[in-house]
């Protein structure tokens, strides 16, 4: 998988999740930063002091790991460590990470 294609699943997956309306989006939008074999799917939400100013809050982790051909999912735990996602913490493929991401069922990324 080359990263044009990574690029465009990211992109495909955010539009997914991300809010329909342009001025929720304002305030409640996601995105992602590629860290080289490491993917970070972050929540971006405007400073409440200064509207002007937006911070990113990662909320999951994708790692491929090359020597087994796998993908790695992490959650991000409130004192700001990465964890392994239980009950599947790896996968065979990026679009297999992304989905057990949206369904989200133990409510580890969205809360």
Do not use: C
Request: hydrophobic fraction near 35%; aromatic fraction near 12%; proline fraction near 6%.
């Amino acid at each position: 998988m080359d990263t044009v294609d990574i690029i465009e699943q990211l992109e495909n997956f955010i539009d997914t999740i991300r809010p329909v309306d342009e001025e929720i989006r304002k305030k409640l939008d996601f995105g992602y930063n590629i860290d080289n074999q490491s993917i970070i799917l972050v929540q971006i939400r405007p400073d409440w002091k200064n509207p002007q100013i937006f911070h990113q809050s990662p909320f999951a982790k994708m790692t491929y790991v090359k020597a087994s051909d796998k993908w790695k999912i992490y959650w991000m735990r409130s004192n700001g460590n990465w964890d392994p996602y239980e009950p599947a913490p790896t996968v065979k493929s990026l679009k297999g990470a992304l989905e057990i991401i949206r369904d989200d069922k133990h409510h580890a990324f969205f809360g």
